[in-house]
């Protein structure tokens, strides 16, 4: 399960560094979290994953559709949301990529 943890990490990696496809990854990020049921054991981790995965759900690119509904955001926020799960996960002991923003 450590590997699937791992993986997800390195997804919040990629949409934090690499912005030419931060849509895409970032709904594969969601996906995946979803689509995994998570053990017993690292039950914290799991869950964070999973309220991020919520939280990433509200990314949107497209300024005017943003306007469109105020509960949608951009950019910034998205790397704040990455950059404070990363320090989150950093508390839990958690091994991150390396390289991980800030």
């Known amino acids: 399960m450590e590997q699937k943890i791992q993986a997800l990490l390195n997804l919040l990696l990629i949409i934090r560094k690499d912005p030419s496809n931060r849509k895409a990854t970032v709904w594969k990020f969601i996906r995946k979290v979803q689509e995994t049921d998570p053990p017993s054991e690292d039950n914290a981790v799991w869950e964070l994953l999973g309220d991020l995965s919520v939280d990433l759900d509200y990314y949107e690119p497209n300024e005017k559709y943003r306007r469109e509904d105020a509960s949608f955001y951009g950019e ?17 002991g958690v091994q991150l990529p390396h390289d991980p923003v800030k």
């Open 76 to 92: 910034e926020r998205l790397e704040e949301l990455i950059d404070q799960a990363f320090a989150r996960f950093q508390a839990l």
